[in-house]
């Protein structure tokens, strides 16, 4: 069974730093393109960033050069580190497994950026 838990979200005051981490288990992890997408309130999902098996990144305009996307395949998690956080960076976030295919995604963790 495939499962992915997100840790790290909190309550953090603009220009702040946050962790996010996504803890994999259930499948071949290192062989996956494994991604990051956020749902603020009202709306709906924004893809955030993707990571593949091989370690090519991409990333959505609104989080290039403040997000950093990682990957550790030997202890199976996915991280991504954001800086210079904004107001508008306020929501839930996912892991996703091969988003582009039979896709797994994670309960999520709520980041809330706010003075």
């Known amino acids: 069974e495939v499962q992915l838990v997100e840790s790290g979200g909190g309550l953090v005051q603009p220009g702040g730093s946050l962790r996010l981490s996504c803890a994999a288990s259930g499948f071949a992890f290192g062989y996956y393109d494994m991604s990051w997408v956020r749902q603020a309130p009202g709306k709906g999902p924004e893809w955030v960033s993707t990571?593949?098996?091989?370690?090519?990144?991409a990333y959505a305009d609104s989080v290039k050069d403040r997000f950093t996307n990682s990957r550790d395949n030997a202890k199976n998690t996915l991280y991504l580190q954001m800086n210079s956080l904004k107001p508008e960076d306020t929501a839930v976030y996912y892991c996703?497994?091969?988003?582009?295919?039979?896709?797994?995604w994670g309960q999520g963790t709520q980041v809330t950026v706010s003075s």
């Open positions: 990571i593949v098996g091989g370690g090519r990144i």
């Open positions: 996703a497994k091969d988003l582009g295919g039979n896709s797994s």
